[in-house]
């Protein structure tokens, strides 16, 4: 048990702060999940382990089960609020130049670009990068999260197409179709490892020759200076029992982890790997971690 003395202000804060948001989002959950008598998510909020065993009897594999969970948390948090319940901080995110590390490692000329961003939420990236690229297409669990990037893109150049996907592949997206596969506070709120290892494998294949991926996702030197209470993954763990994600549950890059990264996307049939470490758009008083890390890679 931590003394409370013991915490700084900012923690104490950072605390105070997260336990309301908590609050509010257990309470906008439950009412919605009554009134659209999604029961399925309702259990999951009274006993997450009840849940579980629920799947597991009716023949679901742990990967499912945690993306049928993803599924229902973001159907709701975009029901309620797309912005900043799915985004969070959306208007530090907007402000965060994410087209120039995105984009890379193109050359200048960029027009030619057919993109698919995965994890698009309600459209924020595919409206900006549509302004650099011939196409954006977009890829993301929650229909309700593609119905908002709808409305939100609908006057952008680009002939955008939207796919909702179950969480852990990307089954209805052409092989060999895209240049760049991208995502932006997405990946790192996956926090299984078997998970992400099949999505990277779908970016492979739905990449074309010479395709490149653009990933960001969190990066932490020590791991001891994240708030208490908070949990996280490693590279390679995969907590199946996670009860969280979108923050509340993610996977942080280490400065150790990153060989596993290097050799598990060349294990998957990516070459020139490189990293990049930025500053996150949220200050290290407002936000959780250290570090933006871009993650790049070439089919
Ligand atoms: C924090 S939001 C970010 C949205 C958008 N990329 C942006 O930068 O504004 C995370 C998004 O990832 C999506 N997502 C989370 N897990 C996913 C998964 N396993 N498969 C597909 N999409 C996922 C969520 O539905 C949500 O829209």
Known sequence: MIGIESLSLNTLDYMSANTIHELYRKTSVFLDAL??????????????????????????KNTQIYAIYQKLYYEHFARIDEKNLVVGHFEANESYDYEKYLLKPFSENTKHIIALDFGCGPGRMVRR????VNRVDG????????????????????????????????????????????TTIALHHIPIHK???????????VLKIGGQISLQMVFQKNLKKLPPGHSFSCWRENPYDANGTNGTYDVVITPKSLKQVREDLRYVGFKNISFNLAL???????????????????K
């Open 280 to 298: 996150p758009p949220v200050s290290k008083e407002v936000g959780l971690y250290d570090n933006w890390i871009f993650i790049y890679a070439r």
């Open 195 to 205: 998970t992400r290892m099949n999505l990277i494998r779908e970016f492979l294949r």
């Open 139 to 182: 890829v993301d669990i929650s229909e309700n999260n593609i119905t908002k990037a709808k409305i939100y893109t609908k006057n952008i150049r680009s002939k955008t197409k939207y796919f909702v996907n179950n969480g852990y592949d990307l089954a209805g997206i052409p092989s060999d179709t895209y240049d760049l596969v991208y």
């Open 129 to 132: 990068m549509s302004k650099f």
């Open 35 to 60: 009134v659209h008598r999604e029961y399925l998510y309702l259990i999951w909020g009274l006993s997450p382990t009840l849940f579980r065993i629920l799947c597991r009897v009716t023949g679901y």
